[in-house]
Nanobody, 127 residues
C-alpha cells in the first residue's frame, strides 16, 4: 500500500512560480514510479512529469523547461517545481504512483498506470 498526499497548490500570476509537494508513505520497496498528473476542466487527466525507481525522469513537452520533478528519498517526498506559469497550467494536480510487483518500475509507457493517487491540489494561474 502506498499513500500520497499533495500540498502547495494555490494561485499565481502568469510568469510566477509554485512548488508542489507530495508525501509518499507506505511501502514503495524500490519498485515504484512516481509522477505528477494534472486535469484541467473538460480535459482528460494527463501525466506531466514522472520519475522511475532508478531516478530517471521525464517531462511532457507542454512543461519541459518550465517544470521540474524531483524527489528526496530521505524524506519520502516528491516535488514539482513550476516556473514561468501560464494560464493554461490551471488544473488540479495529482501525485500518482505505479508500483511493480517483481522489478524496479521503469518509464516504458507514454504515461505511468497508477495504482495509487493523491487527493489532488488546485493550481490557478491568472493572466
Amino acid at each position: 500500500q502506498v499513500r500520497l498526499a499533495e500540498s502547495g497548490g494555490g494561485s499565481a500570476q502568469a510568469g510566477g512560480s509554485l512548488r508542489l509537494s507530495c508525501v509518499v508513505s507506505g511501502s514503495t520497496s524500490g519498485r515504484t514510479c512516481l509522477a505528477w498528473f494534472r486535469q484541467a476542466p473538460g480535459k482528460e487527466r494527463e501525466e506531466i512529469a514522472g520519475v522511475d525507481a532508478n531516478g530517471n525522469s521525464r517531462h511532457a513537452d507542454a512543461v519541459k523547461g518550465r517544470f521540474r520533478i524531483s524527489q528526496d528519498n530521505t524524506k519520502n517526498m516528491l516535488y514539482l517545481d513550476m516556473n514561468n506559469l501560464k494560464p493554461e497550467d490551471t488544473a488540479v494536480y495529482y501525485c500518482a504512483a505505479e508500483k511493480w510487483s517483481w522489478q524496479p518500475c521503469r518509464l516504458v509507457a507514454e504515461q505511468i498506470k497508477p495504482n495509487y493517487w493523491g487527493q489532488g491540489t488546485q493550481v490557478t494561474v491568472s493572466s
